[in-house]
């Protein structure tokens, strides 16, 4: 079985900066997708970065260009760069892997396996 558990979540105030790390327990084989949703209050699960095992990363329009998703040597360690920070990017992140490559990824119905999420809050 695979667990994941997400670390490095806070609090900020807007223009920062946080990383947060994504440590997946057991095998998640190959192929494999990988990605961080984010949950704000009242709202949806957003899908905003997502890796594979061929490690091409595809970002949410809210986070391009702000957010950088990467993956660790052994890849049983994704990690999310927030830099930049908003206060509309507050909310619970969560990670979120599938044994294989997955259609939407921004879906939340395409991952079968999700972490307990962290918070992040950014103060403006």
């Known amino acids: 079985q695979v667990q994941l558990v997400e670390s490095g979540g806070g609090s900020v105030q807007a223009g920062g900066s946080l990383k947060l790390s994504c440590h997946v327990h057991?095998?998640?084989?190959?192929?494999?997708?990988m990605a961080w949703f984010r949950q704000a209050p009242g709202k949806e699960r957003e899908g905003i970065a997502t890796i594979d095992n061929d490690a091409d990363p595809i970002y949410g329009d809210s986070v391009k260009g702000r957010f950088t998703i990467s993956q660790g040597d052994a890849k049983n360690t994704i990690r999310l760069q927030m830099s930049n920070l908003r206060s509309e990017d507050t909310g619970t992140y969560y990670c979120?892997?599938?044994?294989?490559?997955?259609?939407?990824?921004?879906?939340?119905?395409?991952?079968?396996?999700w972490g307990q999420g962290t918070q992040v809050t950014v103060s403006s």
């Open positions: 057991g095998d998640i084989g190959s192929p494999y997708c």
């Open positions: 979120a892997a599938d044994r294989r490559y997955v259609g939407k990824w921004s879906e939340t119905r395409e991952f079968g396996f």
